[in-house]
């Protein structure tokens, strides 16, 4: 079967390809000649996977999936959530991100927060979504400079270090994209057998 995963990012593509093997022909968005940018502009994180891996199926008539990831703090009522990538305005900024995450959480108590990833697969018009969350807490300051986004103030609930201090292999494995990608993966693995 061929699958379109709605990315421009060939490392992403290139783990999950190993992963499936021969049954599956991962292609990029590149290798289907799509070259635009892929419209996210809904008020949900499943929204917005759906949405985009919608929009691949409708146009390019390919099966395929996308994913969308947000980081919902319990003190902002859940933002910046879906708003994750421009909480602090255009352009993207991760550094200003953080810093209005901190001085809006400056007075915070309750610094609970997740990650959330959503995919949504679309195979013959019919959308599956896996969804990966991983809790945590918001540090009162940056600790490392690993990974990316707000990887440098969030310290996953069971761990000593935040993401940005974590070794790039152990967040790999316990992310909320690595959640909903292996669920992705079992459910892609039983379609096999
Ligand atoms: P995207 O939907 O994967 O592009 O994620 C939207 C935004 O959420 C990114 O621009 C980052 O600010 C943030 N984000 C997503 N994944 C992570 C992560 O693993 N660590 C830290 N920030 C992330």
Known sequence: MKLVFATQNKNKVNEIRAILGDNFELLTLSEINCNEEVPETQDTI???????????????NVNCFADDTGLEIDHLGGAPGVYSARY??????????????????????????????????????????????????ITTGRQGTNGFGYDPIFRP?????????????????????????????????????
Do not use: C, W
């Open 46 to 60: 499943e929204g917005n996977a759906s949405q985009k891996s919608f929009y691949i199926y409708e146009k390019y």
């Open 88 to 137: 602090s305005g255009e352009p993207q900024d991760y550094q200003r991100n953080i810093d209005k995450v901190l001085t809006n959480m400056q007075d915070a108590t309750n610094r609970k927060a997740q990650f959330k990833t959503v995919i949504s697969l679309i195979i013959n018009g019919h959308e599956t979504l896996f969804e990966g969350i991983i809790e945590g807490e």
């Open 157 to 193: 609930r069971g761990y000593e270090q935040t993401f940005g201090e974590m070794d790039a292999k152990i967040k790999n494995l316990i992310s909320h994209r690595a959640i909903a990608t292996q669920k992705l993966i079992n459910y892609l693995l039983s379609l096999q057998q």
